[in-house]
Nanobody, 111 residues
Framework: QVQLVESGGGLVQAGDSLRLSCKAS????????VTWYRQAPGKERVFVAV???????LSGDSVKGRFTISRDNATNTVYLQMHNLKPEDTAIYYC?????WGQGTQVTVSS
């Protein structure tokens, strides 16, 4: 059974940085792709970034150049480094592995 625990969210000001973590158990993060999504209030959950099992990465257009996805195989953790945060980045951020979801971590960016 896959379990995912997101952490690292918080309340920040526009222009600040945060690093989110997605700690996995029950499956290695290098075995298949791990994807970050986010869901803003009243909106659908949308794709943010993915890291494939070979380490290739892809980011959504709205975060490209500001967010970076990476992983640490030793700790079985995937990260989302976020720079130059904007109020429109406010959302609950979720990671997904093998069709399993974590509980999410709230990111709030004030202007």
């Amino acid at each position: 059974q896959v379990q995912l625990v997101e952490s690292g969210g918080g309340l920040v000001q526009a222009g600040d940085s945060l690093r989110l973590s997605c700690k996995a158990s029950g499956r290695t993060v290098s075995s298949e792709g791990v994807t970050w999504y986010r869901q803003a209030p009243g909106k659908e959950r949308v794709f943010v970034a993915v890291i494939g099992h070979l380490g290739t990465t892809l980011s959504g257009d709205s975060v490209k150049g500001r967010f970076t996805i990476s992983r640490d195989n030793a700790t079985n953790t995937v990260y989302l480094q976020m720079h130059n945060l904007k109020p429109e980045d406010t959302a609950i951020y979720y990671c997904n592995l093998h069709m399993s979801w974590g509980q999410g971590t709230q990111v709030t960016v004030s202007s």
